[in-house]
């Protein structure tokens, strides 16, 4: 039980909130989880990696079944049921006991709620474990691929992007950026976007009044 006695020590200490969707208290959880899976075997981190990943994405694309799962009014087994027959449909292969046990801690501790963040923070340090950086370009229409091609190879120059063995440009879609661009990479934050300079402008005229 790694994973339930490293979440419960950890989750005792969280400060307040941490960066972009994932909480504290979620990238508690990760590393809990991250953490059981690498001392057991690559192997393990991969079948870990692949199980949360499916979730996720599950989530994302059907919305009924993030909101089952995230349901406080659902008895927590339920929802965990739901989670194993979803990672074993169509599948010889059982469900690692490490992501039984990491669904059985959230439920126990009344966190399910905080699952898409800990599978993002989880994913995060997967890829710093593989050399990966994600680079999550949002704009508030899908930009054409010349451009992405051209904010790659930029991107590639900074000392981040180099120290890293993969570059992933991921492109997101967020209508109320209005335009331009805000760049996540690694720990960083580039807010280029015309919300952003809106908001500035609306601070100083409130503080001018």
């Given amino acids: 039980m790694l994973l339930a006695s490293t979440a419960r020590r950890t989750v005792a200490t969280t400060p307040g909130l941490g960066r972009r969707a994932a909480s504290a208290l979620a990238l508690k959880y990760s590393k809990a989880v991250f953490g059981a899976a690498r001392a057991q075997s690559p192997q393990t981190l991969n079948k870990v990696a692949t199980e949360l990943t499916t979730i996720g994405n599950t989530i994302k694309t059907k919305p009924e079944v993030g909101e089952f799962i995230r349901n406080p009014t659902i008895a927590g087994e339920e929802r965990i049921k739901a989670v194993e027959a979803l990672l074993s449909t169509g599948k010889k292969e059982q469900v690692s006991d490490i992501t039984k046990n990491f669904f059985n801690v959230l439920a126990e501790n009344g966190r399910l709620g905080e699952t898409e963040g800990i599978i993002e923070g989880f994913n995060e340090l997967v890829a710093q474990e593989r050399g990966e950086l994600t680079v999550t ?50 720990d960083k934050t580039i807010d280029l976007s015309v919300q952003s300079r809106v908001t500035k402008l609306n601070n100083v005229l409130t503080q001018s009044v």
């Fill in 137 to 186: 370009v949002t704009s508030a229409t899908p930009l054409p691929k010349d451009v992405l091609s051209r904010l790659e190879t930029s991107l590639k120059q900074s000392q981040t992007a180099q120290s890293a063995k993969v570059l992933k440009l991921n492109n997101k879609v967020n209508p109320t950026v209005l335009g331009g661009l805000i760049i996540d990479f690694g």
